[in-house]
C-alpha cells in the first residue's frame, strides 16, 4: 500500500476532524469522567485554530485518495525554570490512524515524517503523551523507538 505523507491543506482539515472525532471516541470510551462525549463544535474548530499558528502543523497520511491518518504538531521552546534546563521539542499533541488502515504502516510512516520534519526544524526531541488504557497506543510507540521519561500517576480520595 503507497502512504503519501504531508502537511495539510486548510480545505482537508474537515476529514482530519473525521479521525480526530475517532480518537476522542477512543479517549472517551477508556476515560469516562475525564472526556467528553461527543464532538461538539469547540472540539471541532479548535484545529483551524491550531492550523493557523506558525508554531504547530498537522500532518496528514493519506492512501488510496483516502486521509486515513494524522498528527498535530507543535513546535515549542521552553524558557527553562528554577527546576529544569531550557529546551527545545517537537510535540506530537493529536495522533491517530482510522481503524480501517491501522496495522498496515500508516502510523509507522507518520513517525518517520515527524522525525524528519523535527529535524528540518532544528529539534532533536519529539514528547508525546498518551492514555495508560490505551495499550494499543504504548505497544505502537514502543515499538518506533519512544522510552517513558516521565509518569503521572493518580490517587482519589
Known sequence: MDIDVR????????????LREMVN????????GWF?????????????GFYDDDNNN???????????GFASVQYLEFAGSPYSMP?????IMEFGVDEAYRRKGVATALIEYCKKDALK??????ELDYWSFNEDAEKFYESVGFKVFRKYVEMYV
Do not use: M, Q, S, W
Open 121 to 126: 526544524k532544528g529539534v532533536h526531541r519529539i
Open 87 to 91: 529546551r527545545k521539542y517537537y510535540h
Open 58 to 68: 498537522v500532518i496528514i497520511a493519506i492512501t488510496e485518495g483516502v486521509i486515513c
Open 25 to 32: 471516541e477512543l479517549h472517551v470510551n477508556g476515560r469516562p
Open 7 to 18: 502537511c495539510a491543506k486548510r480545505d482537508e482539515l474537515e476529514e482530519v476532524n473525521r
Open 36 to 48: 467528553r462525549p461527543g464532538f461538539g463544535d469547540e472540539l471541532k474548530n479548535f484545529i483551524y
